[in-house]
């Protein structure tokens, strides 16, 4: 064989590698990391006694249920009301090498008026999982969307599995938290999570 024939099957090989290395990971994810962020002394955003670390955790518990259900295992970052930090959430996600990480969060803001859904990702295969979580979860609750945005939050760039984080409503606009303080709300959430997690692994 010519040294230049060798030479195009290694690129050749090369090319086909580069090009089945991102789809083969992304398919083959096994475990679902669920993140519910704060936790203990880190109420997160909080509106007297609506604290965004107990929706969270409540919401966690029911996307768990949920994946269960449907035969796909999960791990939690945290199962009660326990203080866990970012680097810890970060390490436990990256044990499971075929895994994606998905954090659950309440938006806060000073202004009364924001209020909808948005799904934060950062690399490639966040903003499609991201995208499925987000059409479905806005599906779901019949609210604005916010969009599917790029963010640089310490769990999304730490993660080495495609990793978002969904933030589920204003704790600090009166008509959503009364929506989130009942059980359907954080349901239907939950549900729309799980359901943007299948179609996401049914697009491979
Ligand atoms: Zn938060």
Known sequence: MSRSALYLICINITLALVAITPQASAKSFSYVIIDAGHGGHDK??????????????????????YLKQKGIRTKLTRRSDQFVTLPGRVSIGNRYRNSIFVSIHYNHVWKRDPYGLETFYYGREGKKLATHIQNDICSKLNTINRGAKQAKFYVLRNTKNPAVLVECGFVSNSQERSRMKQAWYRQSLAEGIGEGILKYKKSW
């Open 44 to 65: 997160g955003g909080n509106h007297g006694l609506v604290y965004e670390k107990h929706l969270a955790l409540d919401t966690a518990l029911r996307l768990e249920y």
